[in-house]
C-alpha cells in the first residue's frame, strides 16, 4: 500500500513510497518510455540522489536496472550505467539516457556534465579553481614554491604537486 506523497531532500521532486513490487512494476511500465527530457524516478533515493530499488532482497539502482532492460548485461562487471543528459543524481531513468561505460568514460561524461568531484567541489580542497590558476601562473613565472605556499596557506608539496599537473591536472591542459 502506497503511503502519501514527500518532497525528496535531494532532488525536490515529489517522491512516493511503495512496495518493492511497485517500483519494480513502474520501471517495467517506462521501459519503452520516449517522453522529452529526463524520466525522474519517483520513489526513494539514495543521499546522492540515484533512485534506488530491492530486487530479489538485493539493492540496487533502478537506472542500473532500467539500462539492463534495454541493452541487457553490463558487458562487464565493472561497466556501469551511464547518462548521456548528466542527470543522474537527479534520479533519471530514461531509457535513452542510459548505455553500459567503463568507470573511465563515465567520469570522462562527468567532466563534460559539470557533475565531477573533483577541483574545489571535492570536499577536502584547500583552494578555488581561480587560485589553483594563479599558483600554476605564479609558478610558471618562476616564483620560489615556497612563497606560493606561504600566499596561499598550502605546503610546499601541494604547490608542486599542482604546478607539476598531479592535481588539477585539467587546468594544465586547458592552459
Same mark, same amino acid.
Given at each position: $500500500?502506497?503511503? &502519501?506523497?514527500?518532497?525528496? =531532500?535531494?532532488?525536490?521532486?515529489? @517522491?512516493?513510497?511503495? !512496495?518493492? *513490487?511497485?517500483?519494480?512494476?513502474?520501471?517495467?511500465?517506462?521501459?519503452?518510455?520516449?517522453?522529452?527530457?529526463?524520466?525522474?524516478?519517483?520513489?526513494?533515493?539514495?543521499?546522492?540522489?540515484?533512485?534506488?530499488?530491492?530486487?530479489?532482497?538485493?539493492?540496487?539502482?533502478?537506472?542500473?536496472? $532500467?539500462?539492463? &532492460?534495454?541493452?541487457?548485461? =553490463?558487458?562487464?562487471?565493472?561497466? @556501469?550505467?551511464?547518462? !548521456?543528459? *548528466?542527470?543522474?543524481?537527479?534520479?533519471?531513468?530514461?531509457?535513452?539516457?542510459?548505455?553500459?561505460?567503463?568507470?573511465?568514460?563515465?567520469?570522462?561524461?562527468?567532466?563534460?556534465?559539470?557533475?565531477?568531484?573533483?577541483?574545489?567541489?571535492?570536499?577536502?580542497?584547500?583552494?578555488?579553481?581561480?587560485?589553483?590558476?594563479?599558483?600554476?601562473?605564479?609558478?610558471?613565472?618562476?616564483?620560489?614554491?615556497?612563497?606560493?605556499?606561504?600566499?596561499?596557506?598550502?605546503?610546499?608539496?601541494?604547490?608542486?604537486?599542482?604546478?607539476?599537473?598531479?592535481?588539477?591536472?585539467?587546468?594544465?591542459?586547458?592552459?
Amino acid at each position: $500500500m502506497a503511503k &502519501a506523497a514527500k518532497r525528496s =531532500a535531494v532532488n525536490g521532486q515529489t @517522491e512516493r513510497r511503495a !512496495s518493492p *513490487g511497485a517500483l519494480l512494476a513502474w520501471l517495467k511500465a517506462h521501459v519503452g518510455w520516449k517522453g522529452d527530457g529526463c524520466l525522474t524516478f519517483p520513489f526513494g533515493c539514495n543521499s546522492a540522489g540515484y533512485g534506488q530499488i530491492r530486487v530479489g532482497g538485493r539493492k540496487g539502482y533502478a537506472h542500473r536496472w $532500467m539500462c539492463e &532492460a534495454i541493452h541487457g548485461p =553490463a558487458p562487464t562487471p565493472e561497466h @556501469e550505467a551511464a547518462h !548521456s543528459c *548528466g542527470k543522474g543524481h537527479e534520479a533519471c531513468v530514461h531509457p535513452d539516457h542510459l548505455r553500459w561505460a567503463t568507470g573511465q568514460e563515465n567520469m570522462a561524461d562527468r567532466v563534460q556534465h559539470g557533475t565531477a568531484n573533483r577541483g574545489e567541489r571535492q570536499g577536502l580542497s584547500k583552494l578555488t579553481e581561480a587560485q589553483a590558476r594563479e599558483v600554476i601562473r605564479l609558478h610558471r613565472q618562476g616564483v620560489a614554491i615556497g612563497l606560493i605556499a606561504a600566499q596561499f596557506g598550502i605546503c610546499k608539496s601541494n604547490v608542486s604537486i599542482i604546478a607539476n599537473g598531479k592535481s588539477w591536472a585539467w587546468l594544465q591542459e586547458a592552459a
